[in-house]
């Protein structure tokens, strides 16, 4: 029903991953030129806390383009029943619960499938590039896994305006 959506968002998701993991061990490089952001970052945590601050910020914008996605699958069923298309669906043996489970599975699983994809690649990138791909993908994953539960109180919020208020689905 919606593979070919879900198949773009997880190629894009993929590449932001890669991007991601190539530059986040170049984020500690920024200390070699300024002693001040020097002394600063070493209370901090030296290098490895800008690093750590580099893919968390990069998550947040990965969790923001998922939370789009989620939106945009709750979205789809509000698109459907405009478009005169579910009638027919509706007519057949398709229950309309039956109908809004599958569309509730993209819009539960899609973000989380995305944002792994994104950590996975970036983490498996970031980890080869700083020499330890298992303390890269675990942190790089996380960066993105934590941002799951935000993404999913958003398309939660867009299919209970469907549910609940129709013509308020596109405030979503």
């Known amino acids: 029903m919606q593979r070919g959506p879900v198949i773009g ?3 894009g998701f993929i590449a932001f ?3 991601m993991g190539t530059i986040a061990a170049s984020a500690g490089d920024l ?3 300024n002693p ?3 002394d600063v970052l070493a209370k901090l945590g030296g290098a490895g806390a800008l690093t750590d601050m580099f893919l968390a910020a990069i ?3 990965g969790g923001l383009a998922a939370g789009g996605y989620a939106i945009s699958a709750a979205l789809r069923m509000s698109s459907e029943e405009s478009a005169d298309r579910l009638g027919p669906v509706l007519a057949g043996s398709v229950a309309r619960t039956r109908w809004m489970s599958g569309h509730l599975l993209f819009v539960l699983l899609g973000p989380v499938l995305v944002l792994g994809a994104a950590g996975l690649v970036a ?3 970031h980890g080869a590039r700083i020499g330890d791909v298992g303390g890269g993908l ?3 994953l996380s960066a993105m896994l934590v941002q799951a539960p935000p993404t999913l109180v958003m398309g939660g919020i867009a299919v209970a305006l469907f549910g609940c208020l129709p013509r308020w689905t596109s405030v979503a």
């Open 138 to 140: 675990q942190s790089t």
């Open 9 to 11: 968002w997880v190629v």
């Open 59 to 61: 998550g947040s914008l």
């Open 17 to 19: 991953g890669a991007i």
């Open 36 to 38: 001040q952001l020097q």
């Open 31 to 33: 200390l070699d030129s």
């Open 123 to 125: 983490g498996l990138i």
